[in-house]
Structure formats: structure tokens, C-alpha cells
């Protein structure tokens, strides 16, 4: 079969490898759509330091089943969606479905080479969600990351009427703004300096949207809503972490979605001590999360399809990542088709 291997930065290509064997806990999956994500980005240019060198990238994905043990409840043809993680299987936290606080926890496609850029991949059943039946496959392909928007909004306790803001209108702000007007949130400000990521927000329904480059983030919140009960901070800087903590109410919450990008970024003491704020960390998603996520999305409260730019065959992979590096105007999402 073909994969993507990764053996350095930059050096990537669509090559014949082995096809994968299942264990008996394991089924075989046909990959339909996979989709190349920001961390994609800093994997294939060399930026994540603790790349698996060679490794096939990817690690969102959708598929059907090719192959599954007769008692499965999986058959050859049901379309599924696959939880990337992996922790040890023995901790309380595997145990519990909290796979990203197991101290061995990795990331298929990140930190485990074998991902999803591939014609086919196998898993353990127990990370293998059936999608509903009337389910778009482009819809399929982002459960993954809207996973992610779950977990951050389970992480922020966002509740019935609360007044929110997301900082950083990509794939991840997106969702996480809308799954936040699922959960009730009587307000929604996205920040997004780029005008069509906004114009996205309000084709999703987020009708408050702020370029934080011609007008000021806090005084914006503070005409729209006086203050937020939740900031997302799905940019992670120190300027979007001082304007979350200047906007939030006190005892408000500050949820850290953004990958950090350097080792210094920090938080000040003083707005956090003053106000009682309390500073989540919302790092990837719980095995619960996957369901929801397929619930949230099924139910159209989370809407994915004016995000995804562009479908491309696996050989395509450098003009995706292109495309989404020099033109983050026009494609917010881009997913690859290994059958074109
Ligand atoms: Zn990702
Ligand atoms: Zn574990």
C-alpha cells in the first residue's frame, strides 16, 4: 500500500510500504479522508523536536472497516472515525479514558509513526468510533479536531448563558466557538485578524466577530459583553494572554488551547492572584470527547463544511501544506483522499 513517510524535515513522499496486520483486538481500516492539521505542519518542516523519524504523519482521520474479528462489533464496509492516542493501557488514566494524562501517552502520526497519511492503518477497537450512517465523510474527518473544542469547552466549564470569547479563528477556534453556542453560551466573540476566517464565524453562526488588528480585543468585549466568563486562547501569546486576563470577570476562566510555541511564554501573577481566575490547560481531548463530538456534529449545532478548502489525493500533500501556509485566507482545513 502507499503512505506518506516522513524521514526529515522537508523530506516527505508518497512511498510503497507494508500493509499493516491487525492484532485480534485490532481492526483494519480503509482511510477515506485524513486531514493535515497545524502540528502536520510543524512535523513535515522539521519544527517538532521530537519527531519518530521515519514516520508516516497524520493522525485525523476517517475510514471504513476492511477488517475486524468475527465477535467485533465493527464489520468490513461501517464507516468509522479513530481516537489517535495511546497511552499505556494500565494506568488509572488509560483505565478512565483520560489517555492525555497517562504519563506514556503519544499521539499517533506525532509522537508514534505509524499515522493516518496511508491507504490503509490499523486500530485498537477500543479507540474506533462508528460514524451515523447519514454523516458526510468530510464531517467524519473532523470529529478529531472537534473533539478537541469539546474537551477545551468541558475543560472551561462553559454553561448555560455564559458569555465567551475565543482568541484565534482557525479550525480549533472555530469549533470550539460553536460547540461553546451549543452548550449554551449566550455570547460569542471570535478574534481573528484575517476577514475570511471571520466571515467563516458568521456563516457558522458566531455572530460577534473582532479584528483584533484594527480594533481592540478588550475594549470590544467590554462593549459587547462587560466581561467574559470563559477566553479560549487558541493563539498563546503574551499578548492574547494579557487581553484574555483583562477581559475575563473575576473568578472567570482562562483555558490554554494553543500549542505552545516557546518555552518562555508565561502567565503573570498579578491578574490571575487579583481576579481568583482559574487557568486551565485543555490539551487534546478524553475518550468521551470522540462522542460528543460525533453527537454535536451530527445534530449540525457544530458545522465543519464551510471549513474544509479543498480535498486532495495523498500524492498532493506538499501543495496542501503549501496552500495552507501561504494562503491561510482561503483554506482553513484541507483533507486528503488516498482513494483519488
Ligand atoms: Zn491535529
Ligand atoms: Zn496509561
Known amino acids: 500500500m502507499k503512505a506518506i513517510v516522513l524521514r526529515g524535515p522537508n523530506d516527505f513522499c508518497l512511498e510503497e ?3 499493516p496486520i491487525p492484532t ?31 514516520m508516516v ?9 476492511l477488517q475486524a474479528a468475527e465477535d467485533s462489533q465493527f464489520k468490513p464496509g461501517d464507516r468509522v472515525t479513530v481516537f489517535p492516542a495511546f497511552g499505556c493501557r494500565k494506568c488509572d488514566a ?11 501517552a503519544k ?27 447519514q454523516m458526510h465523510n468530510e464531517m467524519g ?21 455564559a458569555r465567551v470569547v475565543v482568541i484565534g479563528g482557525g479550525t480549533i477556534g472555530l469549533l470550539t466557538a460553536q460547540v461553546a453556542l451549543a452548550y449554551g453560551a449566550s455570547a460569542v466573540i471570535v478574534s481573528e485578524p484575517i476577514a475570511e476566517r471571520r466571515a467563516i464565524a458568521k456563516q457558522v453562526g458566531i455572530e460577534l466577530t473582532c479584528n483584533p488588528l484594527e480594533t481592540d480585543l478588550v475594549c470590544f468585549v467590554r462593549k459587547k459583553m462587560k466581561m467574559a466568563d470563559v477566553v479560549f486562547d487558541v493563539v498563546g501569546s503574551e499578548k492574547t494572554l494579557a487581553d484574555a486576563m483583562e477581559m475575563l470577570r473575576p473568578d472567570g476562566h482562562l483555558v490554554l488551547v494553543a500549542v505552545p510555541h516557546s518555552d518562555t511564554l508565561s502567565i503573570a501573577y ?49 501543495e496542501g501544506v503549501e496552500l495552507l501556509e501561504k494562503h491561510p485566507e482561503d483554506y482553513v482545513k484541507i483533507l486528503l483522499n488516498p482513494l483519488m
Open 141 to 161: 474527518a473532523m470529529v478529531e479536531p472537534a473533539a478537541v473544542a469539546v474537551h477545551a469547552n468541558h475543560r472551561g466549564q462553559v454553561q448555560q448563558g
Open 57 to 65: 504523519p497524520g493522525h485525523e482521520t476517517m475510514g471504513e472497516i
Open 17 to 19: 510500504v507494508k500493509e
Open 107 to 133: 499521539t499517533i502520526g506525532v509522537l508514534r509513526p505509524e499515522g493516518y497519511f496511508a491507504e490503509q492503518i490499523v486500530a485498537h477497537q477500543d479507540r474506533v468510533f462508528h460514524l451515523p450512517e
Open 270 to 318: 498579578r491578574p490571575a492572584f487579583t481576579k481568583e481566575l482559574k487557568v486551565i490547560g485543555a490539551r487534546t481531548y478524553f475518550l468521551e470527547d470522540f462522542p460528543e463530538s460525533i453527537r454535536l456534529l451530527h445534530s449540525g449545532r457544530v458545522q465543519v463544511k464551510q471549513m474544509v478548502g479543498k480535498i486532495l489525493p495523498l500524492s498532493l500533500l506538499a
Open 94 to 104: 488509560c483505565k478512565t479514558g483520560r489517555i492525555a494524562h497517562c504519563p506514556e
Open 24 to 54: 485480534a483486538e485490532e481492526v483494519k481500516i480503509r482511510v477515506l479522508l485524513a486531514g493535515i492539521c497545524g502540528t502536520d505542519l510543524t512535523l513535515l518542516r522539521g519544527k517538532y523536536p521530537a519527531a519518530p523519524y521515519p
